[in-house]
């Protein structure tokens, strides 16, 4: 299992699991807004065995899926404001935690992409990552 290439503050504090899954995807997001899609995609779990699940079918695979976001926002400026709004959040255990969300990418004000998110997020070697997610 790999570690994710950045680790942040929040990904390594001693807060309730809860607390810093939702500190983690806001890490995640905060770099999504800055056009940085290599950190955005350091909250995902860097094994062959990561799962992306969408509209289009699975993908199985931390490169795969980083591959489409590279080809699918080639140009950094398409892509957007991203913001969220919790929906459900569960720990599993003190390392695994179910979080559901809805969410929205915004560009000059219109709404490009948005739906419902549910992830799986594991404490991976003292590390938060989304091992699973799946976006409908």
């Known amino acids: 299992m790999s570690e994710p290439k950045f680790k942040t503050p929040e990904m390594t504090t001693n807060k ?3 607390t810093e899954v939702q500190e983690a995807l806001e890490g ?3 770099a999504w807004n800055k056009g940085d899609l290599e950190k955005a995609m350091t909250y995902y779990w860097n094994s062959e065995e990561m799962l992306w699940i969408s509209k ?3 993908e199985k695979g931390y490169q795969e ?3 489409g976001f590279l080809n ?3 140009d950094r400026s398409q892509m957007g404001v991203y913001s969220y709004q919790p929906l459900h959040m569960e720990e599993l255990t003190p390392e695994v935690v ?3 969300f809805s969410w929205k990418i915004e ?3 219109k709404k490009l992409m948005g739906c419902i998110s549910s992830q799986l997020w594991k404490k ?3 590390t938060w990552v989304i091992t699973a997610e799946h976006a409908s």
Request: glycine content about 12%; aromatic content about 12%; overall charge negative.
């Open 107 to 109: 560009q000059a004000g």
């Open 65 to 67: 899926v980083l591959n």
């Open 28 to 30: 995640q997001i905060n």
């Open 72 to 74: 699918d926002f080639e």
């Open 56 to 58: 289009t079918g699975i």
């Open 124 to 126: 991976l070697n003292g």
């Open 16 to 18: 309730n699991p809860l």
């Open 98 to 100: 179910y979080f559901v």
